[in-house]
């Protein structure tokens, strides 16, 4: 039986920068230069001052844990084999949250709050993909 391909993101002009910052082991996040609001997902428009004008910064690389889930069912069939694993929902000092699968955490209880570190892994096939950590 073939292995089924894991789906991928469609890269576009608008969200090349934050794959080629991952690629580069870096968190690159939008920033509006209208009014200087952080913005993540990239997206073309400030939600805050709707300017359509944006540049790019690198994530302080930190966190802290605003939520978590646990998956033990696989969401595709290209993940068989894979769960269980831990979800985290992180706030960032720059002002958004991502979403980003826990690495090493051990026996690391998790708690609202908890400290993180953000890294950047190779996802297997070619795409870089970011993690958090617990900070030590």
Same mark, same amino acid.
């Given at each position: 039986?073939?292995?089924?391909?894991?789906? *991928?993101? %469609?890269? =576009?002009?608008?969200?090349?920068?934050?794959?080629?910052?991952?690629?580069?082991?870096?968190?690159?996040?939008?920033?509006? *230069?209208?009014?200087?609001?952080?913005?993540?997902?990239?997206?073309?428009?400030?939600?805050?001052? &709707?300017?359509?004008?944006?540049?790019?910064?690198?994530?302080?690389? *930190?966190?802290?844990?605003?939520?978590?889930?646990?998956? &033990? &069912?696989?969401?595709?069939?290209?993940?068989?084999?894979?769960?269980?694993?831990?979800?985290?929902?992180?706030?960032?000092? %720059?002002?958004?949250?991502?979403?980003?699968?826990?690495?090493?955490?051990?026996?690391?209880?998790?708690?609202?709050?908890?400290?993180?570190?953000?890294?950047? %892994?190779?996802? =297997?096939? =070619?795409?870089?993909?970011?993690?958090?950590?617990?900070?030590?």
């Amino acid at each position: 039986m073939d292995a089924i391909a894991k789906p *991928t993101p %469609e890269i =576009g002009p608008l969200t090349r920068p934050y794959w080629d910052g991952l690629a580069a082991g870096k968190l690159l996040l939008q920033r509006c *230069t209208g009014c200087g609001k952080i913005r993540h997902y990239p997206r073309p428009l400030c939600d805050a001052c &709707h300017s359509f004008g944006h540049d790019w910064v690198e994530a302080q690389g *930190t966190a802290t844990v605003h939520s978590w889930t646990v998956a &033990h &069912h696989p969401f595709h069939p290209a993940f068989r084999g894979i769960p269980p694993f831990t979800l985290v929902t992180a706030d960032l000092p %720059e002002g958004v949250r991502i979403l980003a699968p826990l690495r090493d955490a051990g026996d690391g209880a998790l708690a609202l709050g908890t400290k993180l570190v953000i890294g950047v %892994e190779d996802n =297997g096939e =070619g795409l870089a993909l970011p993690v958090v950590r617990l900070a030590r």
